[in-house]
T-cell receptor, first 113, second 122 residues
Framework: KQEVTQIPAALSVPEGENLVLNCSFT??????LQWFRQDPGKGLTSLLL?????REQTSGRLNASLDKSSGRSTLYIAASQPGDSATYLC????????????FGGGTRLMVKP | DTGVSQNPRHKITKRGQNVTFRCDPI?????LYWYRQTLGQGPEFLTY????????KSRLLSDRFSAERPKGSFSTLEIQRTEQGDSAMYLC????????????????????FGEGSRLTVL
C-alpha cells in the first residue's frame, strides 16, 4: 500500500525566505506526482504535475523535483509572500494500479509579513 | 467559470437523514473522482468514473454511500442514514483520460478539484 508523508507538518517563515517542502512515498512505481495548494475551507488548486519520466517542473516561483528511486519529491518556493500561506499537499498516482491519488497529510505554511 | 462545480457548498443535517451532493466536472473531462477530507488530513479516495461507468470504489465507500454519473456528465454522491462520522469535506475532481503510448490503457492526467461540499452531521 502506498503511503505518502509530508514533512514538516507546519512551517512558519518570514516573508522573502526561500523554502522547501518535502514529500516522501513508499512505493517508487509511480505514474505521476501532483502538488496542490489548499486554502482554509476551500478545495484544492493544482500547482504542478510531474510525470514519472520527468525530474522537475517549474511554474513561476515554484519548482518541484522528483526522485523516484529514493521516493522523494520537493516543492521549492522562492521569495515567499504572505499570499503563499496555505496548506500544500502532494499526491501520488501508482503505475498500473488504478487511477486513485494517494495524498500526504499536507504542510501548513504561514508566511509572516 | 469552467472549473469543477460542487453544490451545496455546505450541508448541516441530523443523524439518520439522507444527503446528496452534486458535482459538475469540467465539460471536456471524461473522468470524475470523489474524495473525502477530514480536518487536518489529506483527501482520501472514494470512487472514480470514466464516462458513466464507475470503475473503482474504495473500501471507505460503505453500503450507505452511492455515487452515480448517469449520462457521463454530472455526478451525484448520496449518503443514506448519515452518521456523525460522515462529517467531512467531500471533494470532486475531474481529468482527461490520456492514452499512454505502448500500454493501450487510458490513464488519467492532471486532476482539477472543485471547492468541495462540507457536511456536518449533528
Amino acid at each position: 500500500k502506498q503511503e505518502v508523508t509530508q514533512i514538516p507538518a507546519a512551517l512558519s517563515v518570514p516573508e522573502g525566505e526561500n523554502l522547501v517542502l518535502n514529500c516522501s512515498f513508499t512505493d517508487s512505481a509511480i505514474y505521476n506526482l501532483q502538488w496542490f495548494r489548499q486554502d482554509p475551507g476551500k478545495g484544492l488548486t493544482s500547482l504542478l504535475l510531474i510525470q514519472s519520466s520527468q525530474r522537475e517542473q517549474t511554474s513561476g516561483r515554484l519548482n518541484a523535483s522528483l526522485d523516484k528511486s529514493s521516493g522523494r519529491s520537493t516543492l521549492y518556493i522562492a521569495a515567499s509572500q504572505p499570499g503563499d500561506s496555505a496548506t500544500y499537499l502532494c499526491a501520488v498516482r501508482l503505475a498500473n494500479a488504478g487511477n486513485m491519488l494517494t495524498f500526504g497529510g499536507g504542510t501548513r505554511l504561514m508566511v509572516k509579513p | 467559470d469552467t472549473g469543477v462545480s460542487q453544490n451545496p457548498r455546505h450541508k448541516i443535517t441530523k443523524r439518520g437523514q439522507n444527503v446528496t451532493f452534486r458535482c459538475d466536472p469540467i465539460s471536456e473531462h471524461n473522468r470524475l473522482y470523489w474524495y473525502r477530507q477530514t480536518l487536518g488530513q489529506g483527501p482520501e479516495f472514494l470512487t472514480y468514473f470514466q464516462n458513466e461507468a464507475q470503475l473503482e470504489k474504495s473500501r471507505l465507500l460503505s453500503d450507505r454511500f452511492s455515487a452515480e454519473r448517469p449520462k457521463g456528465s454530472f455526478s451525484t454522491l448520496e449518503i443514506q442514514r448519515t452518521e456523525q462520522g460522515d462529517s467531512a469535506m467531500y471533494l470532486c475532481a475531474s481529468s482527461f483520460g490520456v492514452r499512454t503510448a505502448g500500454q493501450g490503457a487510458l490513464r488519467g492526467g492532471e486532476l482539477f478539484f472543485g471547492e468541495g461540499s462540507r457536511l456536518t452531521v449533528l
